[in-house]
């Protein structure tokens, strides 16, 4: 049984904090029904035939762990993962609890745990995330929802669970949805150990040249602190013994510089 480590950095002292939300890819990791499960194997060992150093070599499907779904993939003229802008990958995000959805994210559902969202939008849907077997009746996000997140001015969404759409789906309404709203995705987050809130996502496709997705590593930082409030500047030319109390003048001491209030 595969345990994963709930990833949590934070150096140097004062540095935001970061969580890892990427699942780690390893032969026992579940992939979709009849996809290309992800294998490995050495091509040079260390020691063996003179080899000074390890080289491998892994297969995989595109859609392994944690990735983001390019155009590419529901679209035949859409982007592929190498040739997307990056942009939506990067920046403000918000998790959210959607916990108890049932067999569907609606718009309704989120309407009451969703005001003002930043550009991207993270879903938690499992109670625990299923590291070590397929779930085939995971979450889904419905069309709606998307058309509703499009016009708050959302422009990336990821889900905890495989896919946007159902596993059954031949439509895949939700894909579609993105597509029309040219929004991107994010899929097979591990969020279980992250509460609600805003955070700054890092999660970059690799440049997989015109391949439908791409496996990325998906991280939360910690957002900064906003800067200690100051007040306005002094108006231009006001003289620093200005803001001395009232009656007292600053005038330079004898002999030297510096302040030397005097009534």
């Not at 959302?154 to 439509?171: C, F, H, M, N, Q």
């Not at 591990?190 to 391949?211: H, M, N, Q, S, T």
Request: aromatic share 6%; with cysteine.
């Amino acid at each position: 049984m595969y345990h994963p480590t709930v990833s949590i950095h934070r150096s140097p002292p004062q540095s935001p904090r970061i969580w890892d939300i990427t699942q780690a890819l390893r032969p026992t990791l579940p992939v979709w029904p009849g996809d290309t499960p992800f294998s490995h194997r050495p091509r040079w060992t260390i020691g063996e035939g003179g080899a000074p150093v390890n080289v491998a070599a892994f297969e995989t499907t595109t859609h392994a762990g944690t990735h983001a779904d390019a155009p590419l993939h529901y679209d035949p003229a859409g982007l592929g993962a190498g040739e997307v802008n990056l942009d939506p990958y990067i920046g403000r995000c918000r998790v959210v609890d959607a916990r108890g959805a049932g067999a569907v994210v609606t718009r309704a559902f989120l309407a009451d745990r969703l005001a003002n969202p930043p550009p991207r939008v993270l879903l938690r849907t499992y109670y625990a995330f299923p590291h070590d077997q397929w779930v085939s009746d995971f979450t889904a996000v419905a069309a709606e929802t998307i058309d509703w997140l499009a016009s708050l001015g959302v422009v990336l969404i990821g889900v905890d669970a495989p896919s946007l759409d159902p596993e059954t789906s031949k439509t895949l309404d939700a894909h579609h949805a993105i597509r029309a709203h040219d929004m991107r995705i994010l899929e097979g987050l591990v969020l279980d150990a992250i509460p609600p809130g805003d955070y700054e996502l890092i999660a970059l496709p690799l440049k997989l040249a015109r391949l439908d997705s791409s496996p990325v590593r998906a991280i939360l930082r910690e957002l900064e602190p906003p800067p200690p409030l100051r007040g306005p500047p002094p108006p231009e030319g006001e003289e620093k013994g200005a803001s001395l109390p009232l009656g007292v003048r600053e005038v330079p001491p004898e002999g030297g510089m510096g302040a030397n209030p005097r009534p």
